[in-house]
T-cell receptor, first 113, second 111 residues
Framework: DTGVSQDPRHKITKRGQNVTFRCDPISEHNRLYWYRQTLGQGPEFLTYFQNEAQLEKSRLLSDRFSAERPKGSFSTLEIQRTEQGDSAMYLC???????????FGPGTRLTVL | GENVEQHPSTLSVQEGDSAVIKCTYSDSASNYFPWYKQELGKRPQLIIDIRSNVGEKKDQRIAVTLNKTAKHFSLHITETQPEDSAVYFCAAGLGDYKLSFGAGTTVTVRA
């Protein structure tokens, strides 16, 4: 177990609803990444935090998406006005400063009906 | 941005044979190349990685080679076992390691 946890593991919602996911990284891993993975594809980068600062956002991250890491520990990813195309696995990963390895969480599987 | 292509998309090998997966990347500035294994319903797990200042790295039955000039890198699995069956992803990283992943290779090891 890598120690990264995500909650919830599964989320089913209706189109137009807002959803929020949480990621708890490994303690003292100050880099935190969000990725999205659709069936049959590799993870796609969404956004990245160093401590509490959001340093980079992918153009995949539309205005409906927002991510926070208020105290530099856990992070949340919110999707507003969900669309069917948002259905995917949302993965969180973390990395300690001075190291290379990104450790992934189990993901949150979102289904938008 | 970085574009990573991965081949083949599926690979079936006889137990005990070798498996090779190849990836190319587009951004010559990329300097970190990890390989992840993902079993069905599980999280991606790092199996081996290589940095751009190294040409080859080996860990037991797994090896990775990197050709910076040609911008390609490969994963080699020798003496394959049924537990090697999974989806394998290559990735390329730059700077603070925002990773760009390939589309994955589904490896099936036949007993």
């Amino acid at each position: 177990d890598t120690g990264v946890s995500q909650d919830p593991r599964h989320k089913i919602t209706k189109r137009g609803q807002n959803v929020t996911f949480r990621c708890d990284p490994i303690s003292e891993h100050n880099r935190l990444y969000w990725y999205r993975q659709t069936l049959g594809q590799g993870p796609e980068f969404l956004t990245y935090f160093q401590n509490e600062a959001q340093l980079e956002k992918s153009r995949l991250l539309s205005d409906r998406f927002s991510a926070e890491r208020p105290k530099g520990s856990f992070s949340t990813l919110e999707i507003q006005r969900t669309e069917q195309g948002d259905s995917a696995m949302y993965l969180c990963a973390c990395r300690a400063s001075g190291t290379d390895t990104q450790y992934f969480g189990p993901g949150t599987r979102l289904t938008v009906l | 941005g970085e574009n990573v292509e991965q081949h083949p998309s599926t690979l079936s090998v006889q137990e005990g044979d070798s498996a090779v997966i190849k990836c190319t990347y587009s951004d010559s500035a990329s300097n970190y190349f990890p390989w992840y294994k993902q079993e069905l319903g599980k999280r991606p797990q790092l199996i081996i990685d290589i940095r751009s200042n190294v040409g080859e790295k080996k860990d037991q039955r797994i090896a990775v080679t990197l050709n910076k000039t040609a911008k390609h890198f490969s994963l080699h699995i020798t003496e394959t076992q049924p537990e090697d069956s999974a989806v394998y992803f290559c990735a390329a990283g730059l700077g603070d390691y925002k990773l760009s992943f390939g589309a994955g290779t589904t490896v099936t090891v036949r007993a």
